[in-house]
């Protein structure tokens, strides 16, 4: 989360270029930068913490993974680079990883 969250947040315009992306809305890229950064951080307080609390961290994982998955590809759908198939299947990756973990401590 980290790695993508500080060069999103600082110089958004020149990172998603790296990636194919022509047109950049600096905001809308820290804000995505901004729930990188919480998720991130709360996952490294997070450690060490009891069931129930990894449990919901998860929970906000999968909701927001899930959600950024549907995003995109209704995105692509809409007209937007192929390469956003890369980011769609990250997050899909991250979900069903996510979806894993969670349904590990049901047992």
Known sequence: DMV????MFLAPVRFLRIFGWTCVDPIA????AAA??????QSLLGRGENRATYRAMLTL????????????VWSIVQGAAP???LF???FAAFCGLWSYYRAQLSH
């Not at 990188?36 to 951080?41: A, E, P, V």
């Not at 994982?61 to 995109?72: C, D, E, N, P, Y």
């Open 61 to 72: 994982k999968v909701i927001w993974s899930s959600t950024a998955t549907l995003g995109i």
């Open 83 to 85: 390469l956003a198939w």
């Open 4 to 7: 993508f969250a500080l060069p």
């Open 36 to 41: 990188l950064f919480g998720i991130g951080i």
């Open 29 to 32: 890229t820290r804000l995505v």
């Open 88 to 90: 769609a299947g990250t």
